[in-house]
């Protein structure tokens, strides 16, 4: 038997079958489902975009979470998506492209008032900017760069960082001495050298993004690297933006959506250029959005809390999601065996 | 022949095997069977179709790096180690409190079920958390014993492979109880009074009479205890701080970031294969100690 008929008979067999043929029978599109993070990010994306987006289209919008990457290999898959948009990392939205799950956007048919360059990918809209920054306790030695997050002996304490080398790779080159600029492509012996170093001084390799503020909280870590929403403004809980990981949040159309799914989507993205619809959102989760009129929008006392501003936008760095969709897959084993020895 | 529910019960004489004839029993047991079949058995089968998979064509190679990946085995192997101390922590301890409940009067006996049956209200992620308010480093349990100036610093209890089998005894230990439980109070209280009056111990008593009859229902408590502890998720990634790798852990990047869901199936697959095997080598047991017992 070939295969492709099996892994269709498969597929009408099993757990996917009851899905098949559920999308198309529909031609006038009521409702666009996105896939995305959740949390206090559905629920900016419902104040921010949604609202605005049903009351000028009529079309509601449905969110669904988490936004495992796996979940969109599944959709597309399944050749019959229901789910239009799917929220992915820059890192994710490189490893979409080279998969071939992503569909592109025809810019010309969107609406869209000016953003930052970078928002405006091929294959996706960015819509929220983040970092990925150090935190600290309010009561311990504030550092100043990677170098002092890791130094154990000037600033006494355990630490917590991702369990994740997209993030603690860079991290560790910087603490080495590395300059931003120099960061790529990754020199994986050094990083990897830096780690075998300090992990004595990390007590936990954080999973989800809701680990580091409760560590600091609890005091059971005194330094923790995290996602900054989780962190600014958190009582108790000092950060800096200095030499942070600045990141982007894309919505993306799912490969196979229909003609319908994607002119609705298109007219969705048009909300997410709107600073004034950016501002709302940012009241609930304190991310930026991707217009460069933003910063003027918000009130002044809170401009340094965001990832874009000015200041703090030129001390972070962006990763090379290019390197990474070319690397990702050996990284990841030296990472799993890195893991076996903390 | 398959004489599988004979584990979960002491094995009584007169239970005659009963032969109604499958055609009777098909409308009840046939909606079973098609989810069964459709909902466990066709996903599995699209596993192994997966881990068999490789740029559309069928293949070994998904099996091969694994082999040529030490990491994966090795993961694998870590996952039976804390599975294995996991099992032997929960059977001492549950089967001490199961033995001591089937002492106690019926109505004390009733309140103290209750009492274990009552952390299934409570979802495993809530429980996994609160090890983290008892055991943590500004925890109850710290906070006490520096109080009490018996510790200097506070005890590592979290993130460590003894958090993880803290976490995952207490969330396991009720399906080691109640079966246990259920069989003991079954055992039938004449074979200990007989005992008893021919002059045993007893000591003797419990190990030579009691025990023996409570094997079965340990051993299948056991059995389901290290099945689930082999797929454990949450309590090994909070309260093991990413230093006790687990199978089901480095399966969700495998499935979910990566996602090489290929490899994945080849390692789950070789996760199901070793399952097996234990399963096996447990129906062996099972076999020759009932074998013995007859």
Not at chain 2, 97 to 108: D, G, K, M, N
Not at chain 2, 129 to 147: D, E, H, K, M
């Amino acid at each position: 038997m070939e295969r492709r008929t099996f892994n269709k008979l498969l597929l009408a067999g099993g757990a996917l079958g009851p899905v098949v043929g559920f999308a198309s029978a529909q031609s006038q599109v009521r409702e666009l489902r996105i896939n995305e993070g959740g949390g206090l990010n559905g629920d900016a994306i419902d104040a921010g975009y949604a609202k605005p987006f049903t009351e000028k289209t009529g079309i509601k919008v449905v969110r669904e979470s988490p936004n495992n990457f796996g979940k969109l290999r599944a959709l597309v898959e399944s050749k019959s998506t229901t789910t239009t948009l799917f929220e992915l990392g820059t890192a994710s939205l490189a490893q979409a492209k080279a998969l071939g799950l992503v569909e592109k956007i025809d810019w010309s048919k969107v609406d869209a008032l000016p953003v930052y360059p970078e928002a405006k990918d091929d294959y996706g809209i960015g819509y929220q900017y983040y970092s990925t920054l150090m935190a600290w306790r309010t009561d311990a030695k504030a550092p100043k760069n990677w170098s002092d997050f890791f130094n154990a002996k000037d600033f006494p304490g355990k630490r917590s960082i991702p369990d994740d080398p997209v993030y603690a790779l860079p991290m560790a080159l910087l603490a080495s001495g590395v300059s931003i600029e120099k960061l790529y492509p990754l020199d994986l012996d050094a990083a990897f050298k830096k780690l075998e170093e300090v992990k004595k001084d990390i007590s936990v390799w954080w999973k989800a993004g809701a680990q580091p503020p409760q560590l600091l909280r609890d005091n059971e870590v005194q330094y923790a690297a995290s996602y900054s929403g989780r962190v600014v403004g958190q009582p108790g809980i000092s950060y800096t933006y200095n030499q942070a990981n600045l990141n982007i949040g894309y919505l993306s159309i799912v490969k196979g959506s229909s003609q319908a799914q994607i002119d609705a989507a298109y007219k969705f993205m048009r909300e997410l250029t709107d600073p004034k619809n950016q501002v709302v959102a940012a009241d609930i989760v304190p991310y930026s959005g991707n217009s460069p009129d933003f910063e003027k929008l918000i009130d002044k006392a809170s401009t340094s809390k965001f990832p874009t501003t000015a200041d703090n936008k030129k001390v972070q760095y962006f990763n090379d999601y290019d390197w990474w969709t070319a690397n990702a897959d050996s990284v990841q084993k030296r990472w799993q065996q890195f893991a076996l020895n903390r | 022949m398959d004489r599988g529910a004979s584990t979960l019960g002491p094995r009584a004489a007169g239970t005659q095997p009963r032969s109604r004839g499958w055609k009777a029993a098909l409308p009840f047991v046939g909606p079973l069977l098609v989810l069964v079949v459709l909902g466990f058995n066709g996903p599995i089968l699209l596993i192994v179709n997966y881990s068999f998979s490789a740029a559309g064509t069928y293949s070994f190679v998904n099996y091969q790096e694994l082999a040529a990946t030490p990491v994966f085995l090795r993961v694998i192997g870590n996952t039976f180690r804390i599975t294995v101390l996991t099992t032997f922590v929960v059977a001492v301890l549950g089967y001490i409190l199961a033995y001591w409940i089937t002492s106690l009067s019926e109505r004390t006996r009733n309140i103290v079920l209750a009492l274990v049956v009552v952390t299934f209200w409570v979802s495993v992620l809530v429980r996994t958390y609160a090890w983290i308010v008892v055991l943590g480093n500004a925890g109850l349990v710290n906070r006490t014993l520096l109080w009490a100036g018996a510790i200097d610093a506070p005890i590592a209890f979290l993130y460590n492979d003894l958090g993880v089998i803290i976490g995952m005894a207490n969330i396991q230990m009720p399906l080691l109880i109640l079966p246990l439980y259920a069989a003991m109070i079954k055992v039938d209280q004449r074979h200990l009074q007989a005992a008893a009056s021919l002059g045993a111990s007893e000591r003797t008593i419990f190990w030579r009479v009691f025990f023996p009859q409570t094997i079965p229902a340990l051993a299948s408590s056991v059995m389901l205890v290290v099945i689930l502890c082999l797929g454990f998720y949450v309590t090994p990634a909070i309260l093991g701080g990413g230093r006790v790798p687990m199978v089901a852990n480095m399966l969700d990047t495998y499935i979910n970031s990566i996602p090489r869901w290929e490899l994945a199936s080849a390692v789950s697959i070789v996760l199901l294969l070793f399952t097996l095997a234990l399963f096996m080598i447990y129906r062996r047991l099972d076999k020759w100690a009932s074998g013995e017992e007859a």
